[in-house]
């Protein structure tokens, strides 16, 4: 690609090139659409799962392993999650695990020869896509995130980017465009998440989409100190003990996160993987080998020796928070919008707790599956003529900056990014909640706000990071007005001034806005096909 800009046509674009957006774009093409995919890094190695292996909801269709598949999670959720959605996941993740065998992933065998497919290795799975995505007929973009969304009065109709490596600007014009940017993780630090930064929501919001699940965002995974690596399954043959080897009491417990979290707050806390015998230890080594780089590394046997964790925040990554959809297409309210993946509430069938890699990785299969497929159906009834219509920038309407602003005094994008992790990082801000915190947070992330609707300007050149502390701001504001609105401790959001669950409150908060927030529960009436008539 040259300095020069690039401008193409296209039935569907896809935003994002993870595993749902790969799933979106080759959905897309085999329905007959002219696919474009546009990616923040390079597809098929940026986001979280590529760096990693991941856990897989495969479950096979017999009525026992499937109901139990669906009870596993469903109390720690809250009893928010929709049985009718985990039986659509579970079947099209069954179906497209079984297209990846087909396709050559190398799914290893058991001792009776029996392949094992409730796992995936990320380098060889997002290698595997990408060369399906291609193979499917998909221009590929690399390296090119979307600054704004394209629309007119009729909906969506693509979107304008950046290339990061050559600075030259593009445009796609296109029918529909599903969102697959995963989830925010607010520049953490753990594995795979430097991409994810919420630009997707940011997207979203500007055309007039709503979240649901925000206050389900309170995701923190066991890490050890000195690693962005956090797979936090292994912790289970931890014993957690104190600066002194003193072992804390309840921390190896289903909540035993908060009592890590509560004693971090004054103290180290160090784990060391004893519970494992020698055939998991060579299991664990096989399953995970980046989990033990850096202890090899640093010459640490984190079977023998103790070791200092953290709890890192991976927000709506690891959250069930996201993009509300309307429908089984994977539909926003927004016409010719779809979301897909981390992007996309998964609340449906995760309830208010993570899904953690296995339920994730299904939902970004499946829903990149029929976002794709959705997309595709809709761009072919729009017509042909779709893709030459007058549409314009949203960022415009929005009053939000899409570059940079020299303006004298104007806060650079460091500054935004320090402000918004001061609010959302503290476990005793956003891991123990109250009413109080949670209002107080706001009111200062409101304040980030209004500093950004003046301008702000990114100090090291690059003009994404202007785009990325706005949607980090905005994400954490959805996040904090959905929590005030849950009055309860439901799921992964924990209300320290509401510390039970009310049944009064069994049901989903969608909440929305820029410049005036709102959040309120979902009702079934609310659950509508999106309007044919202008963005919402």
């Known amino acids: 690609m040259s300095v020069l800009d690039i401008r193409l046509g296209a039935d569907v674009l896809v935003i994002g090139g993870g595993p749902a957006g790969a799933w979106a774009a080759i959905t897309a093409a085999k329905g007959g659409a002219k696919v474009v995919l546009v990616d923040k890094g390079y597809c098929g190695t940026s986001g979280a799962t590529a760096p990693s292996g991941t856990g897989l909801w495969y479950v096979n269709p017999n009525p026992k392993d499937r109901e139990e598949a669906m009870k596993s999670r469903e109390a720690l959720g809250g009893y928010l999650a929709d049985r009718g959605w985990m039986q659509r996941v579970l079947n099209q993740t069954y179906s497209n695990t079984n297209q990846i065998a087909a396709w050559g992933y190398p799914f290893p065998l058991d ?93 979203a919001a500007e055309a007039g989409a709503s979240f649901s699940g925000m206050e389900f965002s309170t995701a923190y995974s066991l890490a050890p100190a000195f690693s962005p690596v956090t797979k936090s399954a292994f912790y289970t043959w931890a014993t957690f003990y104190y600066e002194d080897g003193t072992v804390i009491e309840g921390a190896g417990s289903q909540r035993g996160r908060s009592v890590i979290a509560k004693t971090l707050l004054t103290q180290p806390v160090y784990a060391r ?30 079977f023998t020796q103790k070791f200092p964790i ?33 992007a996309a509430t998964r609340e449906l069938i995760c309830g208010g707790f993570t899904g953690g890699g296995s339920h994730n990785a299904a939902w970004a299969m499946s829903s990149g599956y029929w976002a794709g497929e959705g997309a595709a159906v809709y761009a072919k009834r729009i017509g042909v003529g779709a ?50 915190g949670l209002e107080a947070g706001l009111d200062r992330l409101n304040r980030v706000w209004d500093e950004l609707k003046r301008g702000v300007q990114a100090g090291d050149g690059n003009v994404v990071r202007v785009r990325e502390s706005i949607a980090m701001t905005a994400t954490a504001r959805w996040m904090f007005t959905s929590g ?53």
Request: charged share 25%; aromatic share 6%.
């Open 387 to 436: 893709a030459q219509r007058n549409a314009k920038g949203l960022s415009e309407a929005s009053g939000l900056p899409k570059l940079a602003t020299t303006r004298r005094g104007t806060l650079d994008t460091s500054d935004i990014v320090k402000a918004v992790q001061d609010e959302v990082f503290p476990y005793d801000k956003n891991w123990f909640r109250t009413g109080a």
């Open 273 to 302: 993987l004893d519970k494992a015998d020698d055939l998991l230890q060579k299991a664990m080594r096989a399953a995970q080998p980046n989990f033990f780089l850096s202890f090899d590394r640093l010459g640490i046997d984190p």
């Open 484 to 536: 005030l609105e849950r009055k309860e401790t439901r799921g992964m959001h924990r209300r320290e001034d509401f510390k039970a669950i009310d049944p009064a409150q069994h049901y989903r908060i969608v909440s929305g806005g820029l410049d005036t927030l709102w959040a309120k529960p979902l009702v079934e009436s609310t659950a509508v096909q999106p309007s044919k008539e202008a963005i919402v």
């Open 310 to 342: 953290t709890l890192r925040f991976e927000g709506t990554v690891r959250g069930t928070g996201g993009i509300h959809i309307v429908d089984e297409t994977c539909a926003t309210e927004v016409p010719g919008l779809y979301a897909a993946g981390d």
């Open 111 to 203: 001792e009776t020869g029996v392949s094992h497919r409730k796992s995936l290795q990320g380098p060889e799975y997002m290698k595997l896509m990408r060369k399906q995505v291609k193979k499917a007929g998909v221009r590929i973009l690399d390296h090119s995130p979307a600054l704004e969304l394209l629309a007119d009065t009729h909906g969506v109709a693509g979107a304008t980017g950046i290339n990061n490596q050559t600075q030259g600007t593009w445009r796609v014009d296109a029918s529909a465009v599903v969102i697959a940017t995963g989830g925010c993780a607010f520049l953490s630090k753990a594995l795979g998440t430097n991409v994810l930064t919420g630009d997707g929501y940011l997207l």
